[in-house]
């Protein structure tokens, strides 16, 4: 995945042919109980976005047969696009970071429903982490004057957030204005999605990046990155991803979606999903999440 700037991810890619993608409106017709004739599903894309649709198939095989309706599963190009699409009225649900959940409930009446209780950490909180290679001659974050760092996606919140809040709070000063300069590092890049940011490490582009750190250690277990050559210098926990449903969605609708999550108990759908079982959220969950990036320059005016 090549790098990009990184304003150029953050604005809302309000585009006919991104929204158009989701889906032909289907959604909106609604049975007696309220419910979608097509529940219309959106994905943030924290790997490469036609990896993450295909990952998610047995997810909304999952989700039919539970809610009895088709489920048509949508991931934008970047994060913002899942955005863009739930602010078009496109998405009854969607699956976002807490980043993405601070920059849509500006723009969309949304309620979350649930996270998952993650498989690392054994609470609702995931990690997030700085990671260097090995061979880098980094030991802290201290060590990182004059090094080159690839941060996720600009919308990500342990790709890009997280990592910009450990950075800061050791001292880096990092602009809330032009995300690219994190001085004293040295260049600062933006490469979409967390399995990009971690290749552009391994393959010497960068000497550090920011990734959530179920990513990596997945990543390292099937051979993608070769995690011997690759350390973790800090982590930080990350209040988990938010599933949320649009507030015009039915109130039975959303209970029985809750529903679905809780009883979730196939092992490999769990892990698919990355969980071990959901729990309810609420958006209070998330106020830090936002606190912090408008500090940072995170939340952009739309």
């Known amino acids: 995945m090549p790098i990009q700037p990184a304003r150029a991810i953050l604005a809302i890619l309000a585009t006919a042919v991104l929204v158009a993608g989701c889906g032909d409106g ?34 909304g095989e999952y989700l039919e047969r539970r809610l009895g309706t088709d489920v048509q599963l949508f991931v934008a190009s970047n994060y913002s696009g899942v955005v863009a699409a739930l602010v078009a009225g496109n998405l009854d649900v969607a699956y976002l970071g807490g980043l993405t959940y601070a920059q849509a409930r500006e723009q969309a009446d949304l309620v979350p429903l649930v996270t998952e209780i993650d498989q690392e950490t054994g609470t609702e909180k995931y990690l997030s982490a700085i990671v260097t290679r090995k061979d880098a001659g980094v030991d802290s974050i201290k060590d990182l004057a004059g090094k080159d760092f690839a941060f996720g996606d600009p ?9 910009r809040i450990m950075l ?6 990092c602009s809330s204005t032009t995300l690219e300069r994190c001085p004293p590092l040295g260049k600062v890049v933006f490469t979409g999605g967390h399995d ?9 582009q960068v000497d550090a990046a920011g990734v959530e750190n179920r990513i990596f250690t997945r990543l390292a277990k099937d051979g993608t990155i070769d995690a011997s050559k690759l350390k973790t210098i800090q982590t930080t926990e990350v209040q988990g991803y938010p599933w949320v449903a649009v507030a015009s969605l039915h109130s039975k609708v959303r209970a029985d979606l809750t529903a679905a999550f809780e009883a979730i108990s196939d092992p490999a759908l769990l892990d698919l999903l990355r969980a071990k079982s959901y729990t309810a959220v609420t958006a209070s969950d998330y106020d830090e999440v ?3 990036a408008r500090r940072l320059g995170l939340l952009a005016e739309q």
């Open 26 to 59: 289907d959604g909106a017709t609604t049975d007696a109980s309220g419910k979608p004739a097509v529940l219309r599903v959106g994905l943030i894309p924290n790997i490469a976005p036609e990896k993450q649709k295909a990952k998610y198939g047995p997810f």
């Open 155 to 163: 919308g990500s919140t342990s790709g890009s957030l997280y990592p």
């Open 168 to 173: 800061t709070r050791a001292g880096v000063t």
């Open 196 to 204: 990009a940011a971690l290749a552009a490490l391994a393959s010497g």
């Open 290 to 292: 936002e606190t912090e």
